[in-house]
């Protein structure tokens, strides 16, 4: 296999896995992120504990450190080097060694790795989950819709080359939105703004 290929994928998986929703819950003595509303280490659960500012923070750094690998790899390596390192980093945020692979859903970091691979893309999936989250108010339905209409706007946008990625990134936000589409499905989901949501992070 390609040297660069495992170093980018290396790199991506390390800088995906580091815990962002842990370590500022930490910093900011909010808790142990574990034992407060559904367990994840993302910026929705961060909200649950009543700091917007810890929560906006999460959001921002899980989708920077998508973004910052694709970057990275683009002024050092190549395409092919972008994308493992782009998939290594949300696998790296879903599944991060430091907390036994149990990680987050992957959202934000999915952004940041669309919106760092072309702009047009981060901004049509921006304006998917927006739409959507507004027409259903479900935060996980939001990201699923986005998610599965991703692969078609890269396939007819002049942006090809990254259908694959699209389509096995999808796969994997399905994968870990298994729990929200069963309660989507019984009509239990909670809704954005519910006090016992546990939506997407």
């Given at each position: 296999m390609d040297t660069t290929l495992i170093l980018w994928?290396?790199?991506?998986?390390?800088?995906?896995?580091i815990p962002s929703g842990i370590i500022l819950a930490r910093v900011m003595n909010l808790g142990n992120l574990r034992d407060i509303g559904s367990g994840n280490i993302g910026a929705t659960n961060v909200l649950r504990t009543g700091n917007?500012?810890?929560?906006a923070l999460t959001l921002l750094f899980d989708a920077g450190k998508g973004a910052l690998v694709v970057l990275l790899a683009?002024?050092?390596a190549n395409e092919s080097a972008v994308q493992t390192g782009a998939l290594m980093a949300?696998?790296?945020h879903c599944f991060p060694v430091w907390l036994?692979?149990?990680?987050?859903?992957?959202?934000?970091?999915?952004?940041?790795?669309?919106?760092?691979?072309a702009w047009p893309i981060g901004a049509a999936a921006s304006v998917i989950w927006l739409a959507t989250a507004a027409i259903s108010r479900y935060?996980?339905?939001?990201?699923?819709v986005t998610a599965g209409w991703i692969p078609v706007v890269?396939?007819?946008?002049?942006?090809?080359?990254?259908?694959?990625?699209?389509?096995?990134?999808?796969?994997?936000?399905?994968?870990r939105h298994a729990g929200n589409?069963?309660?989507?499905?019984?009509?239990t989901e909670t809704k954005i703004g519910g006090s016992k949501a546990k939506t997407a992070d």
């Open positions: 994928g290396a790199i991506g998986y390390l800088l995906g896995s917007k500012k810890a929560a683009r002024v050092f949300f696998i790296g036994g692979f149990r990680g987050g859903k992957g959202v934000a970091t999915y952004f940041g790795i669309l919106w760092a691979l935060s996980s339905l939001a990201a699923l890269v396939a007819f946008t002049g942006y090809g080359t990254y259908a694959l990625l699209a389509a096995i990134l999808a796969l994997l936000i399905y994968a589409i069963k309660r989507l499905r019984a009509g």
